[in-house]
């Protein structure tokens, strides 16, 4: 059975910084291209960042150069390091994956910023 657990998010300030985490089980982890979306209030879920391997990594527009994104694949885990939030940074971050022919998402972790 698949499985996506995130962890890591909560209040922060403007300017601040958050580490997601998301641990993986049920498939094959290491050869499993992992994703990063997020949803805020009002708006369509959308993707944040994807990692294949550390020297292959796609960030959307708005966070290249502020979040990073990372994997540890002897721990089943893939990190989004979040840098210089802002408002519209605020949303339920979810971990995705795609396997045995389908998608698979987490529960979502909650990121506020706010001042």
């Known amino acids: 059975q698949v499985q996506l657990v995130e962890s890591g998010g909560g209040l922060v300030q403007p300017g601040g910084s958050l580490g997601l985490s998301c641990v993986a089980s049920g498939f094959t982890f290491s050869d499993s291209v992992m994703d990063w979306y997020r949803q805020a209030p009002g708006k369509q879920r959308e993707l944040v960042a994807r990692i294949m391997s550390e020297k292959d990594t796609y960030y959307t527009d708005s966070v290249k150069g502020r979040f990073t994104i990372s994997r540890d694949n002897a721990k089943n885990t893939v990190f989004l390091q979040m840098n210089s939030l802002n408002f519209e940074d605020t949303a339920v971050y979810y971990c995705?994956?795609?396997?045995?022919?389908?998608?698979?998402w987490g529960q979502g972790t909650q990121v506020t910023v706010s001042s």
């Open positions: 995705n994956t795609r396997t045995y022919g389908k998608g698979y």
